[in-house]
């Protein structure tokens, strides 16, 4: 693997149905930010169940389903139903809302949400919501490309910074190596089904975390298994963290708590919260 080797792994914690593989703030988001929190769902949820209006800003946020329709509706101007392996990419800049419900395919639904805190040049920008399709999430072989661009293939969400989200999936005895761009300092590796051998080390519904650094690593699968993996550029500024939000600095924070509250009220009045 060319000296990069695992130095973190987590299970996460539960918390319901879901599981926190990643927290802003914690030990793990610090060593892959902009990747700043991830949430795992792989439990039975009955149809309808969500999360009502709540807010965000100073981060981006991408929740992917592969077994359950998304209904959705931000207070960026966009309401609707993303099919399952579709996309749903909210980028909050400086304060927006959203709400969701979750429509199962069958009895246990996995999916997750993956949170990106912004640069200082887009984290108190204009809100942004953009919904993906299945059929238009670029595949390459066994890859999905969730965000960034993966050999000839680029996902139609601007990536806020230089990055790669990916799920691969391998049958038992598969191999496959990845290669991140050269300043992609920051690499991990979600197993969430099956096991997989990462940097020689066995993973089984574990986050492992890559040395900072260059150079190839290679996932053999022991059984049939899938997995998530992020590569970026670091961002290299602080996690100034609100209820809602992650900012870079507490001036910014304040700006987003600010558009937030007043968001929040134009919500009120309006009633819908």
Known sequence: MNGRRIEARTRGQQHGFIRRMVSPGDAISERIKPFVFLDFIDAPVADGTGFGWHPHSGIATLTYALNADLAYEDTAGQEGLVKATGLEWMRAGGGTWHQGRIHPHGPRVTAFQLWLALPPELENG???GIYVSPETVPQLGQVRVLLGRYGESSNPIPSPSPLLYLDVVLNAGESWTFEPPSD????WMFVYRGQALVASEALREELAV?????????????????LLLGSAVRHDHPLVLGSHSVHTSREALARGVERIAMVGEELRAAGRR
């Open 126 to 128: 204009p809100a942004e």
């Open 184 to 187: 992609h300092r920051v690499a």
């Open 210 to 226: 890559l040395k900072p650094g260059e150079g190839s690593v290679r996932i053999e699968a022991t059984e049939p298994c899938r």
